[in-house]
């Protein structure tokens, strides 16, 4: 009987194997054809996690559930590839990591909980907003200069918001302080964030 990981390992090898035929344009058969693969291998996926229990059960399905969303969004930006597809599958990609990284938080318990969900989400964020930054690296302008600042724009933005998801989880960390230890915590984070 395969593992979980195994049938991701699988479903990332049909991926790669669809991608890398990248040079001639998919067919609606195939599409169709790979779409009912990637629906296979999720059922696939999601019976391994029946054998599990408690946690590892609830990641194991949030982990079939994510592949499943990656790879539908890697195919359709494969079928219809355009900056917005792509970046439709980053961001399934993105959304999924942050699903999984929330479940296996759920494991833990009062302040361990909280800094886990809070590194979950500034990774959510780093990822989401790498996707933003790629999309308008992608997109096609009317001229040099409008690409250069569309995307010196979207990496501003993106430095900004990781830089606050970066010093609420630092925050967090600090939060399971106490006294001077904590104040000194926070003031660094302040510091290295430039909150």
Do not use: W
Not at 16 to 33: C, I, K, Q, R, V
Not at 63 to 81: C, D, F, N, T
Not at 120 to 141: G, I, N, S, T
Not at 144 to 153: G, I, L, P, R
């Amino acid at each position: 009987m395969q593992t979980p990981q195994c049938m991701r390992h699988l479903l990332s090898a049909a991926i790669l194997g669809l991608m890398a035929s990248g040079a001639m344009a998919m067919t609606n058969a195939e599409h169709s054809a790979a779409k009912k693969q990637i629906e296979t291998e999720y059922k696939a996926a999601k019976e391994q996690c029946k054998q599990l229990k408690s946690n590892a059960k609830n990641v194991c399905k949030k982990q079939a559930s994510g592949q499943e969303k990656v790879a539908k969004a890697e195919l359709q930006a494969r079928h219809e590839p355009s900056a917005k597809n792509a970046e439709k599958a980053r961001l399934a990609k993105a959304d999924a990591d942050f699903d999984i990284a929330k479940e296996k938080c759920d494991a833990l318990n009062g302040d361990a909980k909280r800094v886990c969900v809070k590194d979950a989400k500034a990774a959510h964020v780093h990822a989401v907003e790498a996707a933003k930054v790629a999309k308008a690296q992608a997109e096609p302008a009317s001229n040099a200069n409008d690409k250069a600042a569309s995307v010196a724009e979207a990496r501003k933005d993106a430095a900004a918001e990781t830089r606050e998801a970066d010093f609420k989880a630092a925050k967090a960390r600090c939060d399971t302080m106490s006294g001077t230890a904590k104040d000194a915590c926070v003031a660094d984070a302040q510091r290295k964030y430039a909150q």
